[in-house]
């Protein structure tokens, strides 16, 4: 679907569905996802993480990141947050409080920290995404795009 689904209605209902066919009928705003070891691995184009943030997923939760999805959710608004403590803790459906500016996760069994993020990963974040926050900082609302001329 990566360069023929565009509409981000469409994009929404095709998220995790080779994992779970269900899973973008039965998500609900500010669902926390919660992953295993190199999240995102093999999962590098943007829409990977595109199709959690059109289902409105709070976040994600991992014990680690692949490199490029890590950067794509936070390019894309989408919290990640590493914390292998926190995945075996919690248990599906269980309600939890990610509080970002203290680091932590609380759930039924307790807190657990996770790494702070950087001020700037922060920004973007909650800019709801590194193009809304350039946008916002240049006080453009539209990014010039540059001119791409092919051979003639």
């Given amino acids: 679907y990566t360069y ?31 992953g295993g070891r190199n999240w995102g691995n093999g999962s590098s184009r943007e829409q990977a993480v595109t199709t959690l943030k059109y289902n409105h997923v709070g ?4 014990r680690s990141f692949a490199r490029i999805y890590f950067r794509n959710c936070v390019n894309q608004g989408m919290l990640p947050v590493v914390s292998a403590p926190a995945v ?3 248990q599906a459906g269980e309600t939890i409080e990610v509080d970002v500016e203290a680091s932590t996760i609380r759930c039924a069994r307790g807190g657990f920290t ?4 950087s001020p700037s990963i922060l ?6 995404g590194l193009i809304p926050m ?3 900082k240049l006080g453009v609302e539209h990014l010039p795009m540059p001119e791409i001329k092919g051979g003639e």
């Fill in 114 to 117: 996770f790494p702070p993020l």
């Fill in 59 to 62: 976040a994600v939760v991992a």
């Fill in 123 to 128: 920004a973007i974040i909650e800019a709801d």
């Fill in 4 to 34: 023929t689904v565009t509409d981000p209605a469409d994009i929404a209902r095709h998220a995790l569905e080779d994992l779970d066919p269900d899973f973008a009928s039965a998500v609900q705003p500010g669902d926390v996802i919660f």
């Fill in 134 to 136: 350039l946008r916002k």
């Fill in 88 to 90: 075996d803790a919690i």
